[in-house]
């Protein structure tokens, strides 16, 4: 009956250690969970700011600093167009003109017309795109006005991103991530170390506390399968009886230990609540921080959306400088052109001279023979004539006429 106590007691202080532990246990695992998901988000802060850190220096010297202060402004729109592309317009537009005023001092020899509007080679040139790149030219100053708005505003956008963006708003996230959140906070040392090593120390001693008691119930429970007789009866039976009267001690012990883990938790969870509020309002100033990158963004793309503008000019005006160049090369070649047609003329001039005097050679010795062949046909007719019948060479005996007809006419050049 006695041994019977013995079980029942360990039992019912082994159930109440087992719930006081397992509800203990399940409060620090809670904390430590909530803490857990906290250290995660804290995390991906850090991984933000690091991001914002980057992308913002990738903003200033990249895309800002380079891509658009030196390469876009400085070189492909005031270098490239202002000063190279204004240059080659200047030069077409002085060539092209130039070279229809070479045409128009040109006297076209070929028209006899004194009152002709072809008197010389301008006439025959078209004149409708003369003013193509002096039309570009004009627009220049136009140009070069948006060129300085867009450095005005990028010079004011390179300051917000630079003073306002990164060394203000973003630092100032920073500074306070690191205030509130690194390890050598010293709210952050007790989160991370100290109330975890105590609350670790807690849980071993509650396990200990847990572990004698269950010790306690199983020899309760083997003594009272034993007999007075058996060999350990006794021993175990004394065993029994001094933890029996240390089991009140131990209850006291763990539920003070218990007590114990609640102030370390109440501590840590007082502490954790507020670092909690501190990451919150870290998370409002860090996305502040990202809507003003976005901001920036669109103001980015309104850099693209001019430079779209100004690339579309400088095309058009390397199209229409083509264009003048391939007509100035066209007139050259009317210019060549019409001198060397000069030279054909004249040619063609010689040509039909030495026709004209080849033919008049020939007439001349036709002319002697026809004589010769003359006398010769009247002398025959005097030997022969009076003996021939007509009849015998119908029409041919007596006809003096040429033997030859020449008819030819030489173009007059």
């Not at 006291?252 to 501590?267: A, I, N, P, Q, Y």
């Not at 264009?323 to 001198?339: A, D, W």
Request: charged content about 30%; hydrophobic content about 35%.
């Amino acid at each position: 009956m006695k041994i019977e106590r013995f079980v029942n007691a360990s039992r019912k202080t082994l159930v109440e250690a087992q719930v006081l532990c397992q509800d203990a246990n399940s409060r620090i695992s809670n904390a430590r969970s909530s803490f857990s998901h906290w250290e995660r988000s804290i995390s991906k802060i850090r991984f933000l700011l690091n991001c914002l850190k980057n992308q913002g220096s990738f903003i200033k010297n990249c895309i800002l600093k380079v891509g658009i202060e030196e390469n876009l402004i400085e070189k492909e729109w005031t270098q490239s167009i202002l000063v190279d592309l204004a240059k080659e317009l200047k030069y077409w537009n002085s060539k092209i003109n130039e070279q229809v005023r070479v045409l128009d001092s040109i006297e076209n020899i070929l028209d006899e017309d004194t009152k002709s509007e072809s008197k010389n080679l301008g006439y025959f040139v078209s004149r409708d795109n003369l003013d193509i790149l002096e039309k570009r030219l004009k627009e220049i100053p136009n140009v070069k006005y948006h060129i300085d708005n867009i450095r005005g505003q990028y010079n004011t956008m390179f300051k917000k991103v630079s003073n306002y963006l990164i060394n203000k708003r973003l630092k100032s996230v920073q500074e306070y991530f690191l205030t509130n959140f690194e390890n050598d906070s010293d709210d952050i040392k007790k989160l991370t170390t100290t109330l975890p090593s105590k609350l670790v120390s807690l849980e071993h001693d509650l396990a200990d506390y847990l572990s004698s008691i269950t010790n306690h119930y199983d020899q309760s429970k083997l003594l009272q399968t034993l007999k007075p007789a058996d060999p350990d009866y006794t021993d175990l039976l004394e065993v029994v009886k001094n933890d029996n009267s240390e089991l009140d001690g131990i209850v006291t012990l763990l539920r003070e230990t218990v007590d114990e883990v609640d102030e370390t938790l109440k501590t840590f969870l007082g502490i954790f609540n507020e670092i909690e509020l501190k990451q919150k309002e870290c998370n409002k100033l860090l996305f502040g921080v990202i809507e003003e990158f976005k901001i920036n963004h669109e103001y980015l793309l309104i850099f693209n959306d001019i430079s779209s503008l100004i690339d579309n000019f400088k095309e058009t005006c390397i199209e229409d400088i083509n264009n003048t160049r391939s007509l100035c090369i066209f007139y050259q070649k009317f210019e060549i052109g019409y001198q060397n047609l000069l030279f054909e003329i004249e040619r063609r001039k010689t040509v039909a001279q030495k026709m004209t005097d080849i033919i008049k050679n020939c007439e001349l010795e036709l002319s002697k023979i026809n004589e010769e062949d003359q006398k010769n046909r009247s002398e025959f007719l005097k030997l022969n004539g009076d003996y021939l019948p007509e009849n015998i060479w119908p029409g041919k005996i007596d006809d003096f006429s040429p033997l030859y007809s020449l008819e030819y006419s030489i173009k007059e050049i």
